[in-house]
């Protein structure tokens, strides 16, 4: 249906759960002429690529569906990888996304022709594509980060990073580091600690590992889920109601509740040295929260160390600690995380007078509703800056319903483009924080990704879920510069 075609109405970047849910809602508009842009070889995002062992959500099962394709059947509360990647794939063939999918070419531009009004989007592959409209649905987590650790390089071993695991690579018996302590490291650390001759965990800092609920769903649960009318229904709204409460982090006493349990979980390692180099020096929330029943138990294995000494070298046979100790090993895995500030400016994009989306975001990645940035006319991104918190699914849910009504005032109201004023951006993020800065927990000095080089938070949603639904439900049309259509009546606004 696409492979010849060069020029659609919309054009969406990413055919992960963003992009699959605006193919879906399109289609469900009427719109067909659309593509999907997608550099891996199958639906799913970041569940297409994040294969590490012990990979999952870390949002209840039950929140991760959309809610016009609701999973009843999930096995156990928070669900693996493959799970996961199964339902997306599910929802892709349901609702007839693939025809409009074309993999293997990333993205690697995207310019705004400002005589034609259109966007043209350049692949990887040196296609070009015109599109009146984009979708970025690349999200947050699509460049890897690199460890900027002297003599990288140099290693003789085998190197790879966690969310481009290497399953052909044979762990048993060998000597493995890891560099990185936290979400990627927390699920996967546990699935490989049996298996190695020795594994050396790199922490930079502790992180709070909370236990959580996981025991697989019995047969009458799932049977339950399946049968009864509002199960599911009444299990969704139970969970979205405890992650309302929550995600605020403005609930001193759930605060200090999460923190006991954090504490708590770490009493299962007996060694009490280890247990102060696990124990956070920063408040619950300060960072992203985490949650196993099984990492901390891996450090009452013998052949398991933790090392917090900063990391001085690699050497082409192992690791070397400021300490100056050398530590030999024969496979090095990066659990070092994504560039998550940069959300689409990970590739070339230009705007109105040929800004660059770089020089725009040159103090931190900001967009009005995390959605749209002044200057980029008829564009729209889906898990923008200041768009994290809660379910994904949901707030997904809310930017792409959005957006499609932005895509839909295109062709009723006979516009060339429409383009949110650089006031209106101005005022919303000055305003969002302000409302950041009263978070606490996300003043507390901690490293992490939720802050961009100049300081700013860039992406955190410091309100609730609902509260973003109301947001995104707002007219307002006055925030907005448009132009008409040659030919067409021009616009009072």
Known sequence: MTSNRTRYRVAIIGAGPGGICSAIKLMEAGIRDFVVLEKATGVGGTWWHNRYPGAECD???????????????????????????????????????????????????????????RWE??????????????????????????????GLDSFEGHCFHSARWDHDHDLDGRRVAVIGSAASAV?????????????????????????KDDAPYTAEQLEHFRS??????????????????????????ALTQ???????????????????????????????????????????????????????????????SADGTERAVDTLILATGFQTGRYLSAIDVTGRGERSLND?????????????????????????????????????????????????QLERESLAWIDIREAAMAQYN????????????????CSGYYRAPSGRVVTQWPHTMAEFRARTNRDDSDAYESAPRSGARASSR
């Open 59 to 117: 949002v209840p099962s039950h929140l991760y569906s959309f809610s016009f394709e609701i999973r009843k059947d999930w096995s156990r509360p928070y669900a693996g990888q493959q799970e996961i990647l199964e339902y997306m794939q599910h929802c892709a063939e349901k609702y007839a996304v693939l025809p409009f999918v074309r993999f293997g070419d990333a993205v690697s531009a995207a310019h705004w022709q400002e005589g034609a009004a």
């Open 121 to 150: 989007l350049v692949t990887e592959s040196g296609q070009r594509i015109e599109a009146d409209a984009v979708i970025s649905a690349i999200g947050m987590f699509n460049e890897l980060a690199y460890p900027g650790i002297p």
């Open 187 to 211: 699920q996967f650390v546990p699935e490989i600690a049996e298996k190695v001759a020795g594994l050396d965990l790199y922490q930079r800092t502790a992180n709070w590992v909370l236990p």
């Open 228 to 253: 009864h009318p509002t199960a599911v229904a009444d299990r969704r709204e139970e969970l979205y109601e405890a992650l309302e409460n929550f995600i605020t982090f403005s609930n001193t006493k």
């Open 258 to 320: 999460a923190e006991a349990a954090g504490l708590e979980n770490l009493q299962t390692v007996r060694d009490p040295e280890l247990r102060r180099k696990l124990t956070p020096t920063h408040p619950f929330g300060c960072k992203r929260p985490l949650a196993s029943n099984r990492f901390y138990p891996v450090f009452n294995m013998d052949h398991v160390h933790l090392i917090t000494d900063p990391i001085e070298r690699i050497t082409p046979r192992g690791v070397v």
């Open 360 to 408: 725009a975001w040159r103090d931190g990645a900001q967009a009005y509703l995390g959605i749209t940035t002044a200057g980029f006319p008829n564009l729209f991104m889906l898990y923008g800056p200041n768009t994290n918190n809660g379910s994904i699914l949901y707030m997904l849910e809310r930017q792409v319903d959005y957006a499609l009504r932005r895509i839909l």
């Open 430 to 445: 000055t305003r969002l924080q302000q409302d950041i800065d009263k978070v606490e927990v996300w003043q507390a000095g």
